[in-house]
């Protein structure tokens, strides 16, 4: 069961990146990985708890704001999935192009864990490396 989560998160995470800009596909799209009962958890200072399709696309608009109004781009690399059971951890790091404030730009790491039920995202929980620092980048 584990290899076909981490096969899930590995196409949630490029569902993701290639919706972001299109706000119809990612509202088609989200159905195949989460239910209205679906729990995602960011840290309080960047978005904090937010339940189903409605706070998916809360997370989505204000995500693909932050980056729209900021101009900035980023990278993600070094990915890596850990699984047990219904939980999986992934791992990735992020480098943002440069800002203003930050000429030579920015990287971190970030923790996502996955828990599932009945086949799709049941409680999705960001873990930031600082999650000050990035608030501070997009300040």
Aim: net charge negative; with cysteine; proline share 4%.
């Amino acid at each position: 069961m584990s290899e076909k989560y981490v096969e899930f998160v590995n196409r949630y995470s490029a569902f993701i990146e290639s919706t972001m800009p299109d706000q119809r596909a990612f509202a088609a799209g989200l159905p195949d990985f989460i239910t209205d009962e679906s729990v995602l958890l960011e840290p309080s200072n960047i978005f904090g708890r937010l339940v189903g399709f409605d706070g998916w696309e809360q997370w989505r608009a204000a995500a693909s704001a932050m980056a729209v109004n900021s101009g900035v781009r980023f990278t993600t690399s070094a990915s890596q999935c850990f699984a047990n059971g219904d939980v999986v951890l992934h791992y990735y790091e992020v480098e943002f192009s440069p800002r203003p404030r930050y000429p030579d730009g920015w990287r971190t790491s970030i923790i996502e864990r996955f828990e599932f039920a009945d086949g799709k995202i049941a409680t999705l929980t960001g873990y930031y490396a600082d999650a000050a620092a990035f608030v501070d980048f997009f300040a």
